[in-house]
């Protein structure tokens, strides 16, 4: 009963170089969503997809891009990283749009740019 | 837009006592959705209540209940007994009708139990 699985926990990059957090759901889930979380900022949504094959930009989409793979899988990447972009980053999914379905939340990445 | 706004980033309350960690929101929708989570340190994000915007009862997840003042547009999250283990960082989210499924987040309040 993995839930949502985070792909890497940990990662320091360089400043302009590129990567892809990956995230993958196994509940089945319409919505998925990725954040970030600074301190004293609370969680910001950077995208989020509502169903397989769309998606929409949240409060913080500069910088980022994503892609939902399928049904499943909702990566993020990051093509040319700052060190503004340092920060842990949640993957999220929900059953559908429906305002009574609760999110339920990867472990996180912890991301540095140096 | 929607905003979630938690005024108090820090609280201290005594091992046993209640607390209420307050959460206010700004929607013009009439449909929305409330949510609390809790983050310990360990940095899971674990669900704890939701209130939904035509309930007509305070939500309750044992210790937890919802105060939920729909004019005042507040949802406060009341801990009842509280214990070492509520030390934590919480956050009050919303999702509403028009905003197609977003789920927006405050800022987050960051409790500690005193023993």
């Known amino acids: 009963n993995a839930g949502v699985t985070q792909t890497p926990k940990f990662q320091v990059l360089k400043t302009g170089q590129s990567m892809t957090l990956q995230c993958a759901q196994d509940?089945?889930?319409?919505?998925m969503y990725w954040y970030r979380q600074d301190p004293g900022m609370g969680l910001r949504l950077i995208y989020y997809?509502?169903?397989?094959?769309?998606?929409d930009k949240g409060e913080v989409p500069n910088g980022y891009n994503v892609s939902r793979l399928n049904k499943r899988e909702f990566s993020l990447r990051l093509e040319s990283a700052a060190p503004s972009q340092t920060s842990v980053y949640f993957c999220?999914?929900?059953?559908?749009?429906?305002?009574?379905?609760?999110?339920?939340f990867g472990q996180g990445t912890r991301l540095t740019v140096v | 837009a929607q905003k979630i706004t938690q005024t108090q980033p820090g609280m201290f309350v005594q091992e046993k006592e209640a607390v209420t960690l307050d959460c206010t929101y700004d929607?013009?929708?009439?449909?929305?959705?409330l949510f609390w989570y809790k983050q310990p340190s360990s940095g899971e994000m674990i669900f704890l209540i939701y209130?939904?915007?035509?309930?007509?009862q305070n939500a309750t997840e044992g210790r937890y209940s919802l105060n939920f003042q729909k004019a005042r547009k507040s949802a406060n999250l009341v801990i009842s007994a509280s214990q070492l283990g509520d030390s934590a960082m919480y956050f009050c989210?919303?999702?509403?009708?028009?905003?197609?499924?977003?789920?927006?987040f405050g800022q987050g309040t960051t409790l500690q139990v005193k023993p």
């Open positions: 999220a999914s929900r059953q559908n749009r429906q305002l009574n379905t609760e999110a339920f």
């Open positions: 509940m089945n889930h319409n919505s």
């Open positions: 997809s509502a169903s397989e094959g769309t998606t």
């Open positions: 929607t013009s929708d009439q449909s929305y959705g």
């Open positions: 209130q939904g915007s035509y309930d007509e």
């Open positions: 989210a919303m999702s509403s009708a028009s905003n197609t499924g977003k789920l927006i």
